[in-house]
């Protein structure tokens, strides 16, 4: 088995709102997949089909070998899933729920009630699992919710926009978690908006827009596609003749300000860029692969443009 | 008001008041319209088929010398005042009027106050320049108009099934007079707790206490406690005797009641915290205890402080009116037509089973909404999302909803047992024999389980298959199945008509004959609808009906 989650061509409509609309997803067994999109994509509508909270209208999905829809229960057994907009029973409490929803989730090995475990996480989230959950924050309910899913033993983790409540330590102790889970073997479909942390934990990446999968791949490859930005303060003026980037093949968006260059260049012609600053000569130069939010800005925003295509 | 002060200093608590009603109003353009048409059409309906029921004097004197003082209907219903076909109409619907303007009422206060803060609503709207009272002064005046509209229609309405336009005036008056007293009620309510569903509870257990109050004084008779439907602003109905006396002053009593309700909310949601209740939250368990384990686990935890309050309702109320129904064929033989009348009945044993079946029948309908409220809690915690996490657990769909079954079940079975045993207490211990008496009237209790699981299970099948529509359906076949039972045979509707009610298939106990097939045939109903209800579950999508363009499916 290589792949935790298959998806393929998946269609689901609300009524005339089309959610899904051929998405293709892969997510293979051990990695930390990022399922990017903006809101309104249709991430959560995937991840509650794979849940079989939903049923596609049409294509195909499998999970851990088997079928979201039928074999759901069996399935949730080997998953955990915390849900983008945490929602608790008032009257309960942090530790309760935490309990709680480990021992629904039940099932054949039932080593959910590994106390040492909760109790560290309980202790790295920084949680009170002694007040109600009416009393908690959007980010404690957000902890309670994922402290239940980490403490678990399943081998898929479903977090569906996970930190969106969570203030920056606290993002911090998710991002140590999901590491350690990772070196652990668990396979985790992190569904966000917030490129930074899919940059920083996840092995691959499926970008989704108005549903369907605009690219997938490992940041490289994907990086690969793309250009570098050049920033460069140069000897001598930009506008010198010898320069010349204007004309030049591969080079993007070109701003020259006195002696200050800044351009995007295709891998291609990256050599002959440098190699033309060098002759006027370079003061100082950074050369970067964009972020993941330019990437996905240039490529949501180019999308956009041709909305004509289907799609 | 200047035009700069300091934040906080401008306006009075009140400001913004007009714009949270105005809200309010958009948001029951609907449901607020609707309930007002449907109790005026059924008030109205049923004052235009009594008129043709009893279009003499004659058939009208004697009604009022049977039925008007028959204690079993004067609990059900209320007492009557003279025997106009206005005071007949008064002795059957004045009071039920009245109940469901109070429900109305109620449910508008409570979602426009603690629900909008417990959803976090309030919190939002507060933040706005938005005055600490003006959520409650909203909610108060969307009520008032509610109540206002209802009254007006009614007023509007009454004269044209021929009733005298005075008499009909009054009665409207009563009606929304007691929907405004219980919307006083239900805002000190909603200022107690944190829960929206507790404040709910409160106040229809208030309206609950209403009912009994007024019903044991009505049924007691002269020589009874018969000053205890003065208690109750549900006896204030009768007491105006629209077509009567004419008492415009008790009007006052609602008014006041509506007034310091009011007064009394305003005072304490000036001293409390947006979302505290007057107790504070303790803090609970770390850990899950052993019982919390599996969904039952979860359902029972849910449930069992709602089912804890039902079952002392109901012990405390069927205490009383089983204590009420000794020496209830008493009232009778002041007058020889009466003697007739009260032999023809079946005498002082047969006049006291008939209101202990009367008892039983409310406590079979009243078992029935519970068990409605349990089952429409599925729908609630799959629209508020909180059924999400368990169904992404190994809880399977059918599962889950069984384990919120099985509470409706054995809590609707719990409170008829209550009911039973209360009632046989209440009244063996006057009568001298509380050991047969509460085995006789546990048994004639259970006798109404298979029709209150049958309506139950309605609510299972609509969960199912419409789950949209679900719970104001269900709630729907329930006010349908009240009336086809309490006014059905005297509207003398069609065999058809009643024979949908499951109630009137269950036996009339006690005094009444028990036939195996009619409950054999309930329960097998009741079966096939939960069947249809989990197979329907099985096969839908799950969570809030997304509509077409107007919500967005992500997130």
């Keep these: ?311 | 008001m200047t035009a700069l002060a300091l934040p906080g200093r401008t306006g009075t608590g009140l400001t913004g008041t007009g714009e949270l009603a105005r809200l309010a109003f958009r948001r029951d353009k609907i449901g607020l319209p609707a309930a007002v048409y449907v109790i005026t059409v059924a008030v109205a309906g049923q004052a235009y088929t009594l008129k043709k029921l009893y279009p003499t004097a004659s058939s009208r004197a004697a009604l009022a010398a049977t039925g008007g003082t028959n204690p079993a209907l004067n609990f059900l219903y209320s007492r009557m005042f003279g025997t106009s076909i206005g005071s007949i109409v008064t002795w059957r619907y004045g009071m039920w009027a009245g109940i469901f303007a109070a429900l109305m009422t109620i449910i508008l206060v409570i979602r426009h106050t603690r629900t909008d803060e417990e959803g976090g609503r309030a919190e939002l709207v507060g933040a706005a320049a938005v005055g600490r009272q003006a959520a409650l002064a909203a909610a108060l005046v969307t009520t008032a108009a509610a109540a206002g509209a209802l009254t007006v229609l009614l007023c509007l309405v009454l004269p044209f099934t021929g009733l005298p336009a005075a008499g009909s005036a009054l009665l409207a008056l009563a009606v929304g007079c007691c929907g405004l007293a219980f919307a006083g009620i239900a805002a000190v309510a909603a200022q107690l707790t944190s829960s929206a569903r507790t404040a709910r509870g409160i106040a229809l257990a208030a309206l609950a206490v209403a009912f009994v109050l007024r019903g044991v004084g009505d049924a007691a008779g002269a020589s009874g406690p018969s000053w205890l439907s003065w208690t109750s602003p549900l006896g204030w109905i009768q007491f105006t005797q629209p077509f009567a006396a004419r008492h415009w002053w008790v009007l006052v009593l609602p008014l006041a009641v509506a007034a310091a309700g009011a007064a009394l909310a305003f005072a304490l949601a000036a001293r409390r915290d947006l979302d505290a209740g007057l107790l504070p939250d303790r803090p609970g368990r770390p850990a899950a205890s052993v019982l919390l384990r599996g969904p039952s686990g979860l359902a029972w935890r849910l449930q069992r402080g709602a089912l804890l309050g039902w079952a002392t309702g109901y012990a405390f109320t069927f205490a009383a009116c089983g204590a009420a129904a000794k020496g209830i064929g008493q009232l009778f033989g002041t007058s020889s037509a009466l003697e007739h009348e009260f032999t023809r009945l079946g005498g002082q044993a047969a006049i006291t089973n008939a209101y202990l079946a009367a008892l039983m029948l409310l406590a079979g309908l009243v078992a029935a909404a519970y068990a409605i409220s349990v089952i429409g809690r599925m729908r609630t915690e799959e629209t508020g999302e909180t059924a999400e996490p368990v169904l992404a657990t190994a809880t399977g769909r059918v599962r889950w909803a069984l384990s919120h079954i099985g509470v409706a079940v054995v809590g609707a079975a719990l409170l008829l047992a209550v009911a039973g045993v209360a009632t046989g207490l209440g009244y063996g211990l006057r009568a001298g024999s509380a050991g047969t008496e509460v085995a006789r009237l546990t048994g004639a209790a259970m006798a109404q389980l298979p029709s209150a699981l049958a309506l139950a299970a309605v609510a299972v099948a609509l969960l199912g298959l419409a789950p949209r529509a679900s719970v104001a359906a269900a709630w729907t076949a329930m006010g349908l199945v009240v009336l086809i039972n309490l006014f059905g045979q005297a509207l003398q509707v069609s065999h058809w008509v009643l024979d949908i009610s499951p109630f009137t298939h269950a036996p009339k106990l006690p005094g009444g004959s028990v036939a195996a097939a009619p409950l054999l045939w309930l329960c097998l109903a009741a079966l096939a609808l939960a069947a249809a209800g989990l197979s329907g579950l099985r096969r839908r999508d799950i969570g809030l009906a997304f509509q077409a363009g107007v919500t967005n499916p992500d997130s």
């Design chain 1, 1 to 311: 088995m290589s792949n935790a989650i298959e998806v393929r061509a998946l269609h689901k409509s609300f009524g005339r709102t089309v959610a899904l609309d051929g998405l293709d997803l892969e997510v293979r067994a051990g990695e930390v997949h990022a399922f990017l999109g903006p809101n309104g994509a249709g991430k959560t509508t995937t991840l509650r089909i794979l849940l079989g909270l939903l049923r596609a209208d049409g294509g195909s999905a499998t999970l851990l070998g088997g079928d979201p829809w039928r074999d759901a229960t069996a399935l949730h057994r080997r998953l955990a899933y915390v849900p983008g907009d945490v929602t608790l029973w008032p009257g309960l409490t942090g530790g309760e729920i935490i309990d709680l929803l480990g021992r629904l989730r039940g099932g054949p090995n039932p080593k959910h009630g590994d106390a040492k475990r909760r109790q560290a996480l309980i202790e790295r989230f920084d949680l009170d699992p002694a007040k109600k959950a009416r009393a908690y924050s959007k980010g404690n309910r957000q902890k309670v919710a994922l402290i239940a899913a980490l403490a678990s033993d399943a081998e898929l983790l479903l977090l569906d926009e996970p930190t969106s409540g969570l203030d920056p330590l606290m993002e911090a102790a998710f991002r140590g978690c999901v590491t350690d889970e990772r070196q652990s073997g668990r396979t985790i479909l992190l569904s966000s908006h917030i490129l930074s942390e899919a940059e920083a934990l996840s092995d691959r990446v499926t970008i989704i827009r108005a549903g369907r999968a605009v690219e997938t791949g490992t940041l490289a490859e994907m990086r690969h596609l793309t250009r570098d930005l050049v920033d460069a303060e140069l000897a001598g003026p930009a506008s010198a003749g010898l320069l010349s980037l204007d004309g030049l093949a591969g080079v993007h968006d070109l701003v020259t300000d006195g002696v200050r260059v800044r351009c995007e260049v295709d891998h291609a012609a990256l050599n002959e860029v440098l190699a033309r600053l060098t002759t006027v000569g370079v003061r100082s130069l950074t050369c970067r692969p964009p972020t993941l939010e330019e990437l996905f800005l240039r490529h949501y925003s180019s999308e956009r443009a041709v909305a004509g295509a289907p799609g």
